[in-house]
């Protein structure tokens, strides 16, 4: 069975500053898609950054960018120049197929001013 | 345009009572997903529709939860004789495609309470 592990319940990164999510994952398939999740107090979930197994390019979407260690069964996600918005619950998500996400636990992101 | 819709957005049930959660997805979206997101939680997959086909559910707790998309548009998420246990947000998410690593775009979410 497939599992997310997100490490780290809780983090906080001054603005301006960076800062660095972990995610670990389990898997024997060796295609399949990784996914950085935002959630905002508001609840409404909104994807940040998309990772494709095959693609050895590590994905970068303005100040997100992700490490994905394929060996390592690793997908971390940094954030640069953190600002306010960045305030969130964060999901790690994993998906072989069209129907299969996986969500991790989450890591709850306050950024201070 | 419009985005994932959710109602209502909170709902409080006595145990034992039936509620139904609507999903209006994104127009001419294909897939249609449900999840549970207790309190603290990432979400857990329920059910899958690919249109008005109910393509997967085995994430659904128990015989008391019942989904629907009729005409492959809008869903209801039923729950019969609500438990404590039920008391989570329930999210809607629709994607474009029905292919692998397409996004999912979700909505705000139903919080049910059963008290």
């Known amino acids: 069975a497939q599992t997310v592990t997100q490490s780290q319940p809780e983090m906080s990164v001054q603005e301006a500053e960076t800062v660095t999510l972990s995610c670990t994952y389990d898997?024997?398939?060796?295609?399949?898609?990784l996914f950085w999740y935002k959630q905002p107090p508001s609840r409404q979930m909104i994807l940040v950054i998309r990772q494709e197994a095959y693609k050895q390019q590590n994905a970068t979407e303005n100040r997100f960018s992700v490490n994905f260690q394929k060996a390592a069964k690793s997908f971390s996600l940094k954030i640069s120049d953190s600002q306010l918005g960045d305030t969130a619950m964060y999901f790690c998500a994993f998906a072989e197929g069209p129907n299969d996400m996986r969500f991790g636990a989450g890591t709850r992101l306050t950024v201070k001013p | 345009g419009a985005g994932v819709s959710q109602s209502p957005r909170y709902k409080v049930a006595k145990r034992g009572q039936d509620v139904a959660l609507r999903c209006d997805p994104i127009s001419g979206h294909v897939s249609l997903f449900w999840y549970q997101q207790a309190l603290g939680q990432g979400p857990e997959f329920l059910t899958y529709f690919q249109n008005e086909a109910q393509l997967d559910k085995s994430g659904l707790p128990s015989d008391r939860f019942f989904a629907e998309r009729p005409e492959g548009s809008v869903s209801t998420l039923k729950i019969q004789r609500t438990q404590q246990e039920d008391s989570a947000v329930y999210l809607c998410?629709?994607?474009?495609?029905?292919?692998?690593?397409?996004?999912?775009?979700f909505g705000p979410g139903t919080r049910l309470t059963v008290t």
């Open positions: 998410a629709s994607s474009l495609e029905g292919t692998s690593g397409s996004e999912q775009y």
């Open positions: 898997t024997s398939e060796s295609n399949y898609y």
